[in-house]
């Protein structure tokens, strides 16, 4: 990281305490959580349900904006421009529509029917047996969970190099070893109490940052003028390469944000809370906090575009360096420390909740005769952990790539399932896993299309595994209105 060496602070140690404290209070936080637990896997994966609607939507916000906003998102609009708001506002939407029709059936129907985690609602509710369908399912989450949790180590370790010029995976490995600490300690609720203090961290960063840089640019005008005379293109609303439409392009983003019903470390959110009417007053809360977070995200990234017009010649890295450098570039030492530890915050938050996730997948639905036992979930923790150090140590993708490929396929191959079983419609096990392949397949095959930038994989590869549902529904009932013919 000599390149950016003369981007260090003079006053590092400044930074180093402020950044330290802050991750201990973290851990602190994490661990005093573990005084209310009670020794059972029911308490370490969903808090007993009973989590207030408060906790449940600050903790949704952290695990959602995680590394993704920090570092991809910021890196992605440093690149584009005012454009890239259509990707947070069909995502927000498609949220919204998850919140309003998904999040309380999952809420009463996991109660309803014993289940620790969402994947195992993945089965016909009149089946007792899971069949291949559900270890299939929780294997799948493991992998795609590990690999969605190294890129929150990653975009850890990028923010570290930045700021402090430290070795590559140093941050991966203390981000690893921090979460470890406290999900081992109080599981779920440790991740939960935690996402809920980091959020309001990340948020306080954000505002800081955008409101200081605005001020440094000139305000809106002045940001304006100065992206124009980059790049005119920066200030176009409508994405220049949506080569099948502006509609068809948004509404993939919006199935992308809807693609939250196929992510069981955000699910499980909803599962813990006290009571499934509670889910609204969450919802309200959740999106009074998300929404101006995304706001700002975009924000960051035009002001870092405006502020350093070349990050890579101007300081040998990528975009995705843009918020530290924006940061260091901007604010003083201590705040230099409480920005690092914001973005920090973003990794932990989610990559906590898909340790967890990754954790109840294992024993509750591939290896269904350790779900009673305490201690096989802690060893799954520390397990996946491990993993997911090692995916992010050996893996040169970047944080970008890493999640919206993760995030793609559980959308895909899990969403449609519990779609059609949350809302009651006939399916059997045959069926869930043909759409479950279905969309496994599509998923992967539009990824690796030419068409991949144009129009985001949910959109095809959801209507693929919803069209399968349709047909084999159609097969199934067509002997029947032949009969009634007859």
Same mark, same amino acid.
Do not use: H, N
């Given at each position: =990281?000599?390149?950016? %060496?003369? +981007? !260090? /602070?003079? #006053?590092?140690?400044?930074? @180093?305490? *402020? &950044?330290?404290?802050s991750l201990l209070a973290f851990m602190a936080i994490g661990v005093v959580s573990s005084r209310h637990k009670q020794k059972s896997t029911t308490d370490y994966l969903l808090a007993g349900r009973n989590v207030s609607p408060w906790l449940v939507a600050l903790s949704t916000v952290a695990t959602m904006s995680s590394g993704f906003m920090f570092v991809g998102m910021i890196g992605f609009t440093y690149r584009t421009g005012l454009s890239s708001i259509w990707m947070l506002v069909g995502w927000a939407a498609g949220d919204y529509f998850a919140w309003r029709f998904f999040y309380r059936p999952?809420?009463? *129907?996991s109660q309803r029917r014993g289940a620790v985690s969402a994947i195992a609602l993945l089965k016909p509710p009149n089946v007792r047996s899971q069949g291949v369908v559900v270890p299939i399912a929780g294997v799948l989450s493991v992998f795609y969970l590990s690999m969605y949790a190294? %890129?929150?180590?990653? $975009? #850890?370790d990028t923010a570290l190099q930045t700021v402090f010029g430290t070795p590559e995976n140093v941050g991966s490995v203390l981000g690893a070893a921090i979460v470890l600490v406290y999900c081992y300690s109080g599981g779920i609720r440790a991740s939960i109490w935690t996402d809920a203090a980091q959020s309001i961290v990340m948020f306080a960063t954000m505002a800081l940052l955008v409101f200081v840089a605005f001020v440094n640019v000139g305000g809106t005008t002045g940001l304006e003028r100065s992206l124009r005379g980059l790049d005119p293109s920066l200030m176009s609303l409508f994405p220049a390469d949506a080569s099948f439409g502006f509609g068809i392009y948004f509404l993939g983003m919006v199935l992308g944000g809807f693609g939250v019903v196929g992510q069981p470390h955000v699910l499980v959110r909803s599962m813990c809370i006290e009571d499934g009417a +509670?889910?609204?007053? $969450?919802?309200?809360?959740? &999106? +009074? &906090?998300?929404? /101006?977070?995304?706001? =700002?995200?975009?924000?960051? @990234?035009? +002001?870092?575009? $405006?502020?350093? /017009?070349? !990050?890579?010649?101007?300081t040998g890295l990528s975009s995705e360096h843009a918020l530290p450098v924006l940061g260091m570039t901007m604010l003083p030492e201590v705040l230099i420390g409480l920005m690092l530890a914001g973005l920090f915050s973003a990794t932990m938050s989610t990559e906590d909740s898909q340790i967890i996730a990754c954790t109840s997948a294992l024993i509750e639905d591939v290896f269904p005769r350790w779900k009673k036992s305490y201690t096989a979930s802690k060893v799954a923790t520390v397990g996946v952990t491990c993993v997911a150090l090692l995916v992010a140590v050996s893996s040169a993708d970047g944080v970008f790539a890493l999640v919206l490929d993760a995030w793609a396929v559980l959308s895909c191959t899990l969403g449609p399932v519990l779609v059609i079983s949350l809302f009651g419609w006939p399916y059997s096990r045959a069926m869930a896993l043909v !759409? =479950?392949?279905? @969309? &496994?397949?599509a998923s992967n095959w539009w990824v690796a299309s030419p068409w991949a930038e144009d129009v985001y994989v949910n959109l095809p590869a959801m209507a693929a595994a919803f069209g399968a549902y349709a047909v084999m529904l159609a097969a199934r009932r067509l002997p029947q209105i032949r009969t009634r013919g007859e």
């Open positions: =990281m000599s390149e950016s %060496a003369a +981007l !260090i /602070p003079t #006053g590092r140690w400044l930074v @180093g305490a *402020v &950044f330290i404290a999952l809420r009463e *129907v190294a %890129a929150q180590l990653k $975009a #850890g +509670l889910i609204q007053r $969450a919802r309200r809360y959740y &999106f +009074l &906090f998300l929404l /101006p977070f995304y706001a =700002m995200t975009i924000a960051v @990234g035009l +002001l870092a575009r $405006a502020i350093i /017009p070349d !990050i890579t010649a101007q !759409i =479950m392949v279905t @969309g &496994f397949v």
